[in-house]
């Protein structure tokens, strides 16, 4: 059984203005699978967006591959292997590449970035506040994230600039405004070698071999130093290749979601004035009211997962090789986990969101770190005698792979 409707969630038009929630609602409480028809080169997909679906699907590697790619783009089979980074990645390999980086994401590593967290949250409101008026996307979401980021890499903060740019330009590949060449166009064929067709990854390769050049073999702890010198356990180098796309990987992944999960939590609590209250009155509900900022967020609608042999799942026959997504966004909403799920509860409890994954070996290798940053940054703004409201419309990031927000004028009321 599947539905049968004319609707495809490959249609960028439902996501123009932010997520397609009464779609989402519509197809969870539609028996089975839904598909989706795409243009050409693609095919179209199944979608599973009801709660326990999606964790069943996370959780069974064997049948449902991460290695033919996670995104709804089909990548040429010759192109596969010098595409691929951890996400497109199962088994052995998988393991033996993400435990060479885990170290460096554990709580307990991330914990001794406080100080310094606090330094840069600080700094970064003390400037936006300043100026009276301004973009909360540029002057406080964007700004934040990609300096702790740049610590990690140990780069230089004069290139924070360009790092946001470079994710702007992959991660926007289907909005007009931040793309240099529309995934969907017929010019995105020159650049279907690199990660999102965009011309923007052959330049972060570039960046990043530059760095790991001068770093190889000098007993750095960064993580392009990790990624240069580090063997994974399963005693393979990492080749050119995986060198170029796990660095990606690590620019557009340690930057974009935290950055929009920021910029909706701040919008969900000006929508929500006593929930902010109640955050003022006990900071100590911060920590977890985090929690229920990345649910809110779902800052990752999607990621693909391809089937590995015929099989009947959730009331659908699917068949080897046919595409079948995971809608986070939509779980995060599912009613039969959830009670009240439109309701912004900054208490919720429990709150087992699915915004990092839930289960499975793909689980968000940043989650520590994000949680961290979302808790520093709100403990900061939610602490001071400042009170933001929106001068403006929220504008969404043409996308059905990030819910993205492109801007948020602000201004100190």
């Known amino acids: 059984m599947s539905t049968t409707t004319d609707l495809t969630l490959a249609d960028l038009d439902l996501f123009e203005n932010c997520a397609p929630w009464g779609v989402f609602d519509e197809l969870r409480a539609t028996p089975g699978l839904h598909y989706s028809t795409e243009e050409a080169p693609n095919s179209g997909f199944w979608s599973a967006t009801r709660y326990h679906d999606i964790v069943r699907v996370l959780r069974d590697t064997d049948t449902f591959t991460s290695t033919k790619f996670t995104n709804l783009e089909e990548v040429d089979p010759h192109l596969q292997d010098q595409r691929r980074s951890l996400l497109e990645t199962d088994g052995l390999r998988h393991r033996a590449l993400r435990r ?105 390769y570039e960046y990043g071999k530059h760095m790991a050049a001068e770093r190889r073999g000098k007993g750095g702890t960064d993580l392009v130093s990790l990624l240069a010198d580090g063997v994974p356990s399963d005693g393979q180098p990492l080749s050119e290749d995986e060198f170029n796309t796990n660095f990606l990987l690590l620019v557009v992944a340690g930057n974009e979601t935290t950055r929009h999960t920021i910029t909706h939590s701040m919008s969900n609590l000006l929508n929500n004035p006593e ?139």
Request: hydrophobic share 40%.
């Open 100 to 204: 060479m980086l885990q170290g460096q994401f554990t709580p307990q590593a991330v914990a001794k970035y406080e100080t310094f967290l606090r330094g840069i949250t600080a700094k970064t409101l003390d400037a936006a506040f300043a100026k009276g008026s301004f973009d909360f996307v540029d002057e406080v979401s964007a700004d934040f994230p990609i300096r702790v980021l740049a610590r990690l890499l140990d780069v230089p903060d004069s290139d924070t600039g360009q790092l946001i740019a470079w994710g702007n330009r992959m991660v926007g590949n289907t909005d007009p405004e931040h793309a240099d060449v529309l995934i969907g166009s017929a010019d995105s064929d020159e650049y279907r070698h690199v990660p999102f067709r965009s011309p923007a990854a052959i330049e972060v």
């Open 275 to 413: 929930q902010m209250d109640v955050l003022r009155n006990d900071p100590s509900l911060i920590p977890w009211a985090v929690e229920e900022f990345l649910r809110f967020a779902s800052p990752v609608y999607h990621f693909r997962r391809t089937v590995t042999r015929d099989v009947e799942f959730s009331g659908t026959q699917l068949s080897e090789g046919e595409k079948l997504v995971v809608w986070f966004a939509s779980g995060n909403r599912d009613d039969a986990v959830f009670d009240e799920p439109y309701r912004f509860d900054v208490t919720r409890n429990p709150n087992e969101h699915m915004s990092f994954g839930r289960g499975g070996p793909h689980m968000c290798l940043g989650n520590a770190l994000a949680r961290i940053e979302l808790r520093i940054m709100f403990e900061d703004l939610l602490t001071r005698d400042v009170t933001l409201e929106r001068t403006g419309d929220i504008d969404y990031l043409r996308s059905n792979f990030v819910h993205g927000i492109k801007r948020m004028p602000v201004r100190v009321a």
